[in-house]
């Protein structure tokens, strides 16, 4: 089965720093998802990417998604202590998987004010 | 719009108990999908629905089982409850299934404790 690596586990940034958080796969992603989850609470969707280079933003939220379809990447600009969350990144499985997501474990962002 | 709503929002239970836990998907949506989620973990799959039918199972005991209604909505329930099950339940919400990156909504989730 997939395994999604995540890096860093945490991150602790001053507000208005750039960072980034890495997503790796075992395998060849079919389609790879971010959300953003607060502590406890359901997951927010973020962005979904399909295509090898695929490049998608929202607001300060960029998310790549390599060529060889293993390595995402979500990059935030000018941090705000709105971003703090858990990010999550999970696998579509594929073939008959279709809807099946697996995720990373997850990494902690706190963002000081 | 209603997004994916989970009742109940928290429940304590104790250890052999049932549970049922309950999940309404998004309006026009046919798929539901039950994760668990431990503490400092990602979401682990357990069950995936599709207009009724069981569609995919994840790496989860017999104690677990899951229904899906006309409506679309869903009923998670666990039985011979164990203190490893406390966790998070998430419910996730998509149009269809067998298409390639379908989204997936979530909802806010059903904290279970089991003591």
């Known amino acids: 089965s997939q395994e999604l690596e995540q890096s860093p586990q945490s991150l602790i940034v001053q507000e208005g720093k750039n960072l980034t958080i890495n997503c790796t796969s075992s395998?060849?992603?079919?389609?790879l998802y971010w959300y953003k989850q607060k502590y406890g609470e359901g997951l927010i969707f973020l962005m979904m990417?399909?295509?090898?280079?695929e490049e998608k933003s929202h607001e300060k939220i960029t998310a790549k998604l390599d060529e060889k379809k293993q390595q995402s990447s979500l990059h935030i600009t000018a941090s705000q202590p709105s971003h703090a969350g858990i990010y999550l990144c999970?696998?579509?499985?594929?073939?008959?998987?279709?809807?099946?997501?697996?995720f990373g474990q997850g990494t902690i962002l706190t963002v000081h004010p | 719009d209603a997004g994916v709503t989970q009742s109940p929002t928290h429940l304590i239970k104790t250890r052999g108990q049932h549970v049922t836990l309950r999940c309404s998907p998004i309006?026009?949506?046919?798929?539901v999908s039950w994760y668990q989620q431990v503490l400092g973990q990602g979401p682990q799959f357990i069950f995936q629905?599709?207009?009724?039918?069981?569609?995919g199972r994840g790496n989860f005991p017999d104690r677990f089982s899951a229904r899906q209604f006309p409506n679309y909505s869903s009923e998670l329930n666990v039985n011979a409850l164990l203190l490893g099950d406390s966790a998070l339940y998430l419910c996730?919400?998509?149009?269809?299934?067998?298409?390639?990156?379908?989204?997936?909504?979530f909802g806010q989730g059903t904290r279970l404790t089991v003591v």
């Open positions: 996730a919400s998509s149009a269809v299934v067998g298409l390639a990156n379908t989204e997936a909504f």
């Open positions: 395998k060849t992603l079919y389609g």
């Open positions: 990417l399909q295509k090898g280079g």
């Open positions: 999970g696998a579509d499985e594929g073939g008959t998987s279709y809807g099946k997501l697996t």
């Open positions: 309006s026009g949506h046919k798929s």
């Open positions: 629905y599709y207009e009724k039918e069981e569609r």
